[in-house]
C-alpha cells in the first residue's frame, strides 16, 4: 500500500468493516513510512483522507487514528514520527490522538523513553506495547514509569515477580488503572497463550479496566464482533458483561483526552439508546 489511491482505498475499507459491525468508535493504528511516492507527512494524510471520505460515507463511526513507532526504527526516525503526531493533534478536535510504541518486543525499548516522556509531558497520549514475552521483562517498569494511557498485550505482566515474590509492575499498573489492550486471536495464532490461559480472565476476576481489540485484522483474519463472541464462549460472559466492557472500552479511548465534550457526548449517548433498546445497565 505504497501508492496514495491505494492507501485511501484500503483505509475506507477498514473502516467500511468496522461499520457494518456496528462499531461506533474506532482507534487505529499506522506506522509513518516515507516510501518512493509519499514522505511521511504525505502517507499520514492519505490516511487523514480516507477517515474525511469514510466520514461521509460511513456517518455512525467515529475514527481516530495513533501514529506507530516501531522498535526497530532508529531514534531520528521515532523522533520525526512523535513530533508529526504532536503536530497533528494540536488542532481542535484532531484525528491524530496519540502514539504508540510497537514491533519486536525483543528489542529494549528503553532507547526511546525519553521521546516518549517529553511527548507525555508535552500533553500527547502514549501507548505501548510490553511484555508481550516472558524473556523480555527487564523493560516493563521503566516503561510504566512513563505514565501510558494504555498498554498494548500486557500478557505478562500479572505474572512477572521479580527475585523477592513481588511484582512491582502489576502494582502500579492496579494502582494507576491503566487499561490492558487484548487480543485474544493474536495470541492464539502467535502461540502466547490459548483462549482460556488468556490474561483477560485475571483482569475480569480484578475489576481491572481492558479493551478488547483485533489486532491486524486483515492478518488474523478476525472481526471485533468475533473477540467478543471468544470472550463470551470462553469466560461464561453475559450480554451485560459484554455491554460493560464494551462501554469501558470506550472509557479507555484516547478521545476522552483530547476530543471536544460534545463529541464524546454523542457518542456515550449511543451507550445510552442502546442500553434503553436492549434493556441493560448503564
Not at 511521511?40 to 460511513?58: H, M, N, P, T
Not at 496519540?98 to 508535552?122: T, Y
Not at 487499561?179 to 476476576?205: F, V
Request: aromatic share 8%.
Amino acid at each position: 500500500m505504497q501508492q496514495r489511491e491505494h492507501l485511501i482505498l484500503a483505509t475506507k475499507e477498514v473502516i467500511r468493516d468496522f461499520s457494518d459491525e456496528n462499531c461506533i468508535y474506532l482507534e487505529l493504528r499506522t506506522t509513518p513510512k516515507n516510501t518512493q511516492w509519499m514522505d511521511k507527512r504525505e502517507y499520514v494524510a492519505a490516511i487523514l483522507e480516507g477517515f474525511r471520505i469514510s466520514q461521509l460515507l460511513y456517518p455512525k463511526i467515529v475514527v481516530r487514528l495513533i501514529l506507530s513507532v516501531d522498535r526497530k526504527q532508529s531514534i531520528e526516525d521515532a523522533k520525526d514520527t512523535i513530533e508529526l503526531a504532536l503536530e497533528m493533534s494540536s488542532v481542535k478536535d484532531p484525528l491524530v490522538i496519540g502514539v504508540e510504541l510497537s514491533g519486536d518486543p525483543r528489542i529494549d525499548a528503553r532507547k526511546f523513553l525519553p521521546l516518549f516522556s517529553s511527548a507525555n509531558e508535552r500533553g500527547l497520549s502514549i501507548i505501548f506495547h510490553l511484555a508481550e514475552m516472558r524473556e523480555h521483562l527487564d523493560e516493563l517498569y521503566d516503561c510504566l514509569l512513563c505514565k501510558p494511557s494504555r498498554i498494548g498485550h500486557g500478557t505478562y505482566i500479572h505474572t512477572n515477580t521479580d527475585k523477592n515474590g513481588q511484582n512491582l509492575c502489576l502494582e502500579y499498573v492496579t494502582k494507576h488503572r491503566i487499561p490492558i489492550e487484548i487480543c485474544l486471536t493474536s495470541n492464539s495464532i502467535c502461540n502466547t497463550n490459548s483462549y482460556k490461559e488468556s490474561h483477560l480472565n485475571y483482569y475480569l476476576m480484578n475489576n481491572h479496566p481492558f479493551v478488547l481489540c483485533t489486532d491486524d485484522r486483515g492478518l488474523m483474519n478476525c472481526t471485533l464482533s468475533g473477540e467478543y463472541i471468544i470472550a463470551s464462549e470462553t469466560f461464561g460472559l453475559s450480554r451485560q458483561k459484554l455491554f460493560n466492557i464494551a462501554v469501558e472500552s470506550f472509557k479507555s479511548s484516547l478521545v476522552h483526552k483530547i476530543g471536544s465534550k460534545s463529541l464524546i457526548d454523542s457518542i456515550f449517548a449511543k451507550f445510552i439508546q442502546f442500553a434503553e433498546r436492549e434493556n441493560l445497565l448503564l
